[in-house]
């Protein structure tokens, strides 16, 4: 870690040092894998929570045994390495084995892991059986003071002790450091006092370098079945190693740099860079060899599974290759409407258990509005603990908590099995932003629709989430986008921001996707595979002017809009859409092309649309 950093000349040195004792314990002892298989479904899953100290991370999957050379850990933070400055989920940019979650917001891993908990409970309840455990793995996380300072972790918490989350299990780096200042300057709670509140149950390690106590306090924490997850504090010592900065909040970045080459020598490591001592390969050698017993013992009760419940292993196989019904198929199953006129979360209603229906593995959730937003699967239970729930349960109710709901939706997607959705109001749904901005595959419902895949960040600045935006979506054929959205959520990887209308007689549901706050319209798309945005591509051909119509009107919106000349009130949007039902919309939309160059020029600084 010291080495690549060094190299780099850029990174985190303290949590990779201080850390190092949770590392040796948690990838040479406790936890369970097999780096041959890394997308092994019964793995223990580990995050990096404070996923700025990525190297930790790097070292101890090459040193573990997973397809990480030590020349990639070298290459840290090169541009194309697989080593980026923060841990990413393996992606057409990173495919870097080992890595379960994207991080780097800090609180937003620990906050994952309540969905990878989650997850991992409700795979027990749906498949294991009283003759086959298929499923009884643990989720563990290592946070720092930043990532439990974040709002978020509080509500993930909160929501793991209430759902009774006992698998999870938190490493808090307790060096009482942050970037700035040492950590007394900003906070002074007692953490364990209130993950207590919580629920949680709380070991304290004064000495978090102690070896042995680490490995009894993370092997009691596996054991103990009561309903209740646990955070081990461990009193460490930022970049411990390095006397001129450990301790102190310079050890944080890369201030300890410059007395990397002393540190060794005090630590008794050769000069030559990047060393790993025979014996070390030689131990996590044998320790991938029983590993890979454990794996092999696995497999033959899965087949033995497999053999004795055919239909349910259909749908866990399916799970675990991302295999879903084709848009044509989910069409089939989903009646036709009446075309009577129907509220859009009437219409979203009826889709979205539709696909369920047709989708096992397909869940849903809200932040207490179930009862407005219409998202609710019927017949399929609620999740949790107490009060009726169980783990079976396809139903989440994250209470009044949007931030955690779109973090533990992006876990429930990272465990690789399910196909979350989630839903709130459009007002609320600005707390929620980080979680969307590093969406694994999920979809969000609301006001607005939008899906966001890894490893591209979905951009959302400036007023996209604003409320009164929503009015722009009062158009024809809206049932269609929704079912359009809603069936390449769960069958394709579209990513696009919807602010726009669905609307072209050539296509059937042309999704014009634009953005009406101070970044431009941009369309991310990954798959020219994708034959939904196919078709959307010969909608456009066969309508061009139509098209032009809607980015006009985004530019004029956009541009009104964020200069603040006029207001967007329901006389203009009633206007945009009697014009746009004329017969003349196509040559409007050519006349308007001269005020779309000019919105684009005098406007503010904007992103292009990318592929449209």
Partial sequence: AMDSIAAAKSGHLGLPLGAAEMGAVL????????????QWVNRDRFVLSAGHGSMFLYSWLHLAGFDLSKDEVANFRQHHSMTPGHPEFPNSEHVTPGIEA????????????????????????????????????????????????????????????????????????A??????????FTQSEDVGARYVAYGWDVITLADGHDLKALYEATEEAK???????????????????????????????????????????????????????????????DRKAAQKSQYDAWQATYKAWQAANPEQAKILQDGIDGKTPSEAELLKAIPKGSGEAEATRISGSAIINDIAAAMPLYISGSADLHGSNKNYIKGAGDFGADFGKSYKGRNVYYGIREHAMGCIMNGFAYYGLFRP????????????????????PCLFLGGALLR??????????????????VEILRYPFYGLLM??????????????LLFGAAYTPAAGALMVLSRVGIDRAYV?????????????REGLASAPGYAALFFAAAAFFDFFLVRGHVPLDDYVLSLFHQNLNKPGAPALACASGAFLALAWVAGPPSRRVADA
């Avoid at 780097?104 to 990878?116: D, F, H, K, M, T």
């Avoid at 798309?525 to 078709?535: G, K, W």
């Fill in 27 to 38: 990838f040479g002892q406790s936890m369970t894998f097999n780096p041959d298989d890394p």
């Fill in 524 to 536: 991310l798309s990954e798959a020219p595979r994708d034959s939904l945005f196919a078709a959307n």
């Fill in 421 to 440: 959705s989630g839903a709130t109001f459009l007002v609320f749904a600005d707390y929620m932003r980080a979680a969307v901005r590093i969406a694994e």
């Fill in 483 to 496: 079912l359009a959205v809603l069936m390449a959520a769960v069958s394709g990887p579209l990513v696009a």
């Fill in 102 to 173: 994207t991080t780097g917001p800090l609180g937003a891993g620990v906050s994952n892991c309540a969905g990878l908990a989650a997850a991992s409970k409700m795979s027990a309840a749906i498949f294991n059986t009283d003759d086959h455990t298929i499923f009884d793995n643990h989720i563990f996380c290592i946070v720092g003071d930043g990532c439990l300072q974040e709002g978020v972790s509080a509500e993930a918490s909160c929501f793991a002790a209430h759902e009774k989350l006992d698998n999870l299990i938190v490493l808090y780096d």
């Fill in 175 to 184: 060096n009482d450091v942050t970037l700035d200042k040492m950590a007394e």
């Fill in 223 to 285: 054991s103990n079945n009561n309903g209740k997850p646990t955070l081990i504090i461990c009193k460490t010592e930022i970049g411990r190693g390095i006397d001129e900065v450990a301790g102190t909040n310079a050890a944080h970045g890369e201030a300890g740099v410059a007395y990397v080459d002393e540190a060794r020598k005090n630590l008794g490591l050769p000069a030559d860079k990047w060393h790993v001592s025979d014996d070390t390969y030689k131990f996590f050698a």
């Fill in 452 to 469: 966001s895949a890894l490893p591209r960040l979905l951009s959302l600045e400036g007023h996209a989430f604003e409320a009164r935006y």
